[in-house]
């Protein structure tokens, strides 16, 4: 019906001649949480969780499959969700975070991951780490293991066996959290430790942060050896978790050609052929925490390969079901029988389906954001261009629904990070500034990362140099096409995206109406010198182009040192709790224009994060851009 109800919408537009981008949506219906924002199912396939949003205010909705009635609701306001793990039929676990400093521990303002577990069946909610003593945070989703028929999460927590905190393992019965003993204490060094399918701790990564140096120590007959020690001054490998055989564990390793996954023998450290390159997630059956799969990215869309061949064929029946649409896996039962999916339709947007292989069946759970109708997706297209040195780069160009492709206004809207990548598929920020009337260009500029290795190492040293220039190198190139208007032409980006937008207004002037800049670092030295941590120094400097935090160089790209620049109007959002990107990085480059007499405009967003998890300053952010756009850059 879904699909159906998008045709006949389109078609009725057509034939009454109306303008769809006149009745685009409210902008709210962009800005606002989504309506679902995760689904988890129960390891017997008898339960979802998922967390909506009623009006702006989160909550967790279990309900039953066979009928699909609501059995539980848990209204959380806007406490941050961070996830949700079934620890057993009967036990949800929810991870949630605030911002902060930890009571009587001596550690930075950041934001600190909690979980609480929910006894389903019986109506009671305790804190997962009740019984732990240690900090009361978690460092990743739990992993759930079945030991003599009784459910237990092991959790990557903190204790103290000295004056300082250590990474250490918790196993912790659900059913008697106060049931608490450490499985594994690590070293001031442990990054991650793996735990087998009988709970115990048989891998174990350590870094020598001082040293730039990797170790794995493995256990077998309960010695432990080390086995592999690799010098990694910034790109160490990753201990991922168990191998296929229950034997061995995942290790990836960054290559000349990419990341290479192998597999380690835990008995004497043997690794084998490579299994995957460039790899994005690995895929462990729920159980056993076997390896069972892994998801490359195709042009921006997942590809999910099993070494089941029957896993294999569920999957291309899954996908099957939804020709021409994205489709991610969300989750699914022990037996896999039952499949939680995302799909995101090029002309529908994202909604949720449940597919049930034994009845050969789908059933929508509903649509990531309500009141999106077909009329309110623009197309986002492919588009490839050079750069002024040759550089081959492609995007995606959000169009304006019902206007012609000539002499568009434009939005640049680069990506954080900047080693992400911009993909194809629904993006709810970019879709409400083209509901507005503007094009939207998103490029994969030099330094991104999940296209290609060659692309990510383009950008080694560019950062506000020929990482800026590639995205108005994409501004020439539509306008030599006669797509936009080189004219009207505004940058608008959030963390990296958002520091492309202060260099579009003060590094590669002349290309830019106006920019807009959420969370974005402004003083590079000040930003590089508060990492304590020397490996993520010497990231940040690779791309830099500078030798340390202390290098003149990084004045030279530093937006806050070229206030004076300025020469087009500048808006610059940041929430109050952001612990990425600090808040003061927006205020000195709002005293430094003012010190220059540059007018511009902060916005502090109270009690928002790095990632604008809040609903109302979610909205209140979109809405002081496109109020600004529409000021300095009028769509018509």
């Given at each position: 019906?879904?699909?159906?109800?998008?045709?006949?919408?389109?078609?009725?537009?057509?034939?009454?001649?109306?303008?769809?981008?006149?009745?685009?949506?409210?902008?709210?219906?962009?800005g606002?949480?989504?309506?679902?924002?995760?689904?988890?199912?129960?390891?017997?396939?008898?339960?979802?969780?998922?967390?909506?949003?009623?009006?702006e205010?989160?909550?967790?909705?279990?309900?039953?499959?066979a009928?699909?009635?609501?059995?539980?609701?848990?209204?959380?306001?806007e406490?941050?969700?961070?996830?949700?793990?079934?620890?057993s039929?009967?036990?949800?676990?929810?991870?949630?975070?605030?911002?902060?400093?930890?009571?009587?521990?001596?550690?930075?303002?950041?934001?600190?991951?909690m979980?609480?577990?929910?006894?389903?069946?019986?109506?009671?909610?305790?804190?997962?780490?009740?019984?732990?003593?240690?900090?009361?945070?978690?460092?990743?989703?739990?992993?759930?293991?079945?030991?003599?028929?009784?459910?237990?999460?092991?959790?990557?927590?903190?204790?103290?066996?000295?004056?300082?905190?250590?990474?250490?393992?918790?196993?912790?019965?659900?059913?008697?959290?106060?049931?608490?003993?450490?499985?594994?204490?690590?070293?001031?060094?442990?990054?991650?430790?793996?735990?087998?399918?009988?709970?115990?701790?048989?891998?174990?990564?350590?870094?020598?942060?001082?040293?730039?140096?990797?170790?794995?120590?493995?256990?077998?007959?309960?010695?432990?050896?080390?086995?592999?020690?690799?010098?990694?001054?910034?790109?160490?490998?990753?201990?991922?978790?168990?191998?296929?055989?229950?034997?061995?564990?995942l290790?990836?390793t960054?290559?000349?050609?990419?990341?290479?996954?192998?597999?380690?023998a835990?008995?004497?450290?043997a690794?084998?052929?490579?299994?995957?390159?460039?790899?994005?997630?690995?895929i462990h059956?729920?159980v056993?925490?076997?390896?069972?799969?892994?998801?490359?990215?195709?042009?921006?869309?997942?590809?999910?390969?099993?070494?089941?061949?029957?896993?294999q064929?569920?999957?291309?029946?899954?996908?099957?079901?939804?020709?021409?649409d994205?489709v991610?896996?969300?989750?699914?039962?022990?037996?896999?029988?039952?499949?939680?999916?995302?799909?995101?339709?090029?002309?529908?947007?994202?909604?949720?389906?449940?597919?049930?292989?034994?009845?050969?069946?789908?059933?929508?759970?509903?649509?990531e954001?309500?009141?999106?109708?077909?009329?309110?997706?623009?197309?986002k297209r492919?588009?490839?261009?050079?750069?002024?040195?040759?550089?081959?780069?492609?995007?995606?160009?959000?169009?304006?629904?019902?206007?012609?492709?000539?002499?568009?206004?434009?939005?640049?809207?680069?990506?954080?990070g900047?080693?992400?990548?911009?993909?194809?598929?629904?993006?709810?920020?970019?879709?409400?500034?083209?509901?507005?009337?503007?094009?939207?260009?998103?490029?994969?500029?030099?330094?991104?990362?999940?296209?290609?290795?060659?692309?990510?190492?383009?950008?080694y040293?560019?950062?506000?140099?020929?990482?800026?220039t590639?995205?108005?190198?994409?501004?020439r190139y539509?306008?030599?096409?006669?797509?936009?208007?080189?004219?009207?032409?505004?940058?608008?980006?959030?963390?990296?995206?958002?520091?492309?937008?202060?260099?579009?207004?003060?590094?590669?002037?002349?290309?830019?109406?106006?920019?807009?800049?959420?969370?974005?670092?402004?003083?590079?030295?000040?930003?590089?010198?508060?990492?304590?941590?020397?490996?993520?120094?010497?990231?940040?400097?690779?791309?830099?182009?500078?030798?340390?935090?202390?290098?003149?160089?990084?004045?030279k790209?530093?937006?806050?040192?070229?206030?004076?620049?300025?020469?087009?109007?500048?808006?610059?959002i940041?929430?109050?709790?952001?612990?990425?990107?600090?808040?003061?990085?927006?205020?000195?480059?709002?005293?430094?224009?003012?010190?220059?007499?540059?007018?511009?405009?902060?916005?502090?967003?109270?009690?928002?994060?790095?990632?604008?998890?809040?609903?109302?300053?979610?909205?209140?952010?979109?809405?002081?851009?496109?109020?600004?756009?529409?000021?300095?850059?009028?769509?018509h």
């Amino acid at each position: 019906m879904r699909f159906c109800f998008g045709r006949l919408f389109a078609g009725l537009c057509a034939a009454v001649a109306l303008s769809c981008a006149a009745a685009a949506a409210p902008l709210e219906v962009y800005g606002r949480l989504p309506r679902i924002e995760d689904v988890a199912m129960a390891p017997d396939g008898a339960h979802l969780a998922l967390t909506v949003t009623n009006g702006e205010a989160r909550e967790v909705v279990v309900q039953q499959i066979a009928d699909m009635k609501i059995v539980k609701r848990m209204p959380v306001g806007e406490t941050k969700l961070r996830d949700l793990t079934w620890g057993s039929p009967n036990h949800l676990i929810i991870t949630w975070s605030r911002t902060g400093t930890a009571g009587g521990v001596i550690a930075p303002r950041q934001e600190w991951p909690m979980a609480l577990v929910v006894d389903v069946k019986n109506d009671r909610a305790r804190s997962l780490m009740e019984g732990v003593n240690g900090m009361n945070v978690i460092y990743r989703s739990p992993d759930i293991r079945v030991l003599d028929g009784k459910p237990y999460a092991f959790v990557n927590g903190v204790s103290f066996p000295g004056s300082q905190g250590v990474l250490t393992v918790f196993r912790i019965d659900l059913n008697n959290v106060r049931q608490t003993r450490v499985t594994f204490a690590g070293s001031l060094g442990t990054r991650n430790v793996v735990v087998d399918e009988a709970g115990e701790a048989v891998a174990e990564s350590v870094y020598d942060d001082r040293a730039g140096r990797w170790r794995l120590r493995l256990k077998s007959s309960d010695i432990w050896t080390e086995v592999l020690v690799v010098d990694a001054p910034i790109d160490g490998p990753s201990l991922l978790g168990m191998g296929r055989d229950g034997a061995s564990v995942l290790v990836s390793t960054d290559t000349e050609d990419g990341a290479e996954v192998r597999e380690v023998a835990l008995k004497d450290g043997a690794q084998s052929a490579a299994l995957a390159k460039d790899a994005t997630s690995f895929i462990h059956d729920p159980v056993s925490r076997r390896l069972i799969g892994f998801v490359h990215t195709i042009d921006g869309a997942p590809a999910y390969t099993f070494f089941d061949p029957a896993d294999q064929r569920l999957w291309r029946g899954v996908a099957a079901a939804f020709p021409g649409d994205l489709v991610r896996m969300i989750s699914w039962s022990n037996d896999r029988t039952q499949v939680v999916v995302r799909v995101d339709s090029p002309k529908d947007g994202p909604a949720y389906a449940l597919v049930d292989r034994n009845k050969h069946t789908a059933v929508w759970l509903g649509p990531e954001y309500r009141d999106l109708t077909p009329s309110d997706v623009a197309e986002k297209r492919t588009v490839s261009f050079k750069a002024a040195d040759g550089l081959a780069l492609a995007g995606y160009l959000t169009l304006p629904r019902g206007r012609a492709e000539k002499a568009l206004p434009l939005v640049v809207f680069p990506h954080g990070g900047p080693a992400v990548r911009d993909m194809p598929g629904f993006d709810w920020w970019a879709q409400a500034m083209a509901s507005r009337g503007y094009a939207v260009l998103q490029v994969n500029y030099r330094g991104s990362d999940g296209v290609t290795r060659s692309l990510l190492e383009a950008g080694y040293g560019q950062w506000g140099r020929k990482m800026q220039t590639d995205l108005s190198d994409g501004v020439r190139y539509l306008a030599g096409q006669g797509v936009i208007d080189p004219k009207r032409v505004c940058i608008v980006g959030a963390s990296y995206g958002g520091y492309a937008a202060l260099a579009g207004a003060t590094l590669d002037r002349g290309v830019y109406r106006c920019a807009a800049s959420v969370a974005g670092p402004a003083d590079l030295k000040r930003m590089v010198g508060a990492y304590r941590v020397r490996r993520a120094q010497r990231y940040w400097t690779r791309f830099m182009g500078a030798d340390d935090a202390k290098d003149p160089d990084l004045s030279k790209i530093s937006p806050s040192e070229h206030a004076g620049e300025v020469e087009i109007p500048l808006l610059m959002i940041h929430g109050r709790d952001d612990t990425v990107v600090p808040l003061e990085q927006s205020q000195i480059m709002a005293r430094a224009l003012e010190k220059a007499g540059k007018p511009s405009e902060l916005v502090v967003l109270p009690g928002e994060d790095h990632w604008l998890t809040t609903g109302t300053t979610r909205q209140a952010m979109l809405t002081s851009v496109v109020t600004f756009l529409e000021k300095h850059n009028p769509p018509h």
